[in-house]
T-cell receptor
Framework: DAGVIQSPRHEVTEMGQEVTLRCKPISGHNSLFWYRQTMMRGLELLIYFNNNVPIDDSGMPEDRFSAKMPNASFSTLKIQPSEPRDSAVYFC???FGTGVGEQYFGPGTRLTVT | KQEVTQIPAALSVPEGENLVLNCSFTDSAIYNLQWFRQDPGKGLTSLLLIQSSQREQTSGRLNASLDKSSGRSTLYIAASQPGDSATYLCAVITTSGTYKYIFGTGTRLKVLA
């Protein structure tokens, strides 16, 4: 298996632009997680899906952030409009089951907003 | 609210030493605890998963223990090697609320050749 796939690996954009991050979970996994990692706050869960349904989005910072999972093999995290404080590494992870199973992480997307 | 603490924040040891990394959590009602390693600029790699009913898990030179009642887990690395240099993170899922991992801030390990 190729593992969790994320794209792009690096994204540099200007403040105010829309950013879309993409994730393909491991085949057969039915839980998907979006995390953000910064030096100041460490690793934080933004949202997680189970069977394509958002279960907990309490970590989503504000309305500028939105996430979708249209099918079992694809998810997006969108930021609109982007701000410099959104600069971070965004990770996608997947697991099998209800969400308590072992999580497997993608390589991350490093986002820089200037 | 669950809080996860890892001590020490950084550790530097000579090659060949056995070492212990610590993870503490405030709410003992957990489903499981998972240890990860993160290399600079990379994603997280799962090392060991301990379910709440288990006391320890082993994989090669790694051994992780769990003491739920005291809110502690330790990751033991035997015969450390320079390739073990990385940041080690622990994460717990609590039984209250929805299932989500709460991560510690990590221990940055450097093994000197």
């Amino acid at each position: 298996d190729a593992g969790v796939i994320q794209s792009p690996r690096h994204e540099v954009t200007e403040m105010g632009q829309e950013v879309t991050l993409r994730c393909k979970p491991i085949s057969g996994h039915n839980s998907l997680f979006w995390y953000r990692q910064t030096m100041m706050r460490g690793l934080e869960l933004l949202i997680y899906f189970n069977n394509n349904v958002p279960i907990d989005d309490s970590g989503m910072p504000e309305d500028r952030f939105s996430a979708k999972m249209p099918n079992a093999s694809f998810s997006t995290l969108k930021i609109q409009p982007s701000e410099p404080r959104d600069s971070a590494v965004y990770f996608c992870a997947s697991s099998f089951g209800t969400g308590v199973g072992e999580q497997y992480f993608g390589p991350g997307t490093r986002l820089t907003v200037t | 609210k669950q809080e996860v603490t890892q001590i020490p924040a950084a550790l530097s040891v000579p090659e060949g030493e056995n070492l212990v990394l610590n993870c503490s959590f405030t709410d003992s009602a957990i489903y499981n605890l998972q240890w990860f390693r993160q290399d600079p600029g990379k994603g997280l790699t799962s090392l060991l998963l301990i379910q709440s009913s288990q006391r320890e898990q082993t994989s090669g030179r790694l051994n992780a223990s769990l003491d739920k009642s005291s809110g502690r887990s330790t990751l033991y690395i035997a015969a450390s090697q320079p390739g073990d240099s990385a940041t080690y993170l622990c994460a717990v899922i609590t039984t209250s609320g929805t299932y989500k991992y709460i991560f510690g801030t990590g221990t940055r390990l450097k093994v000197l050749a």
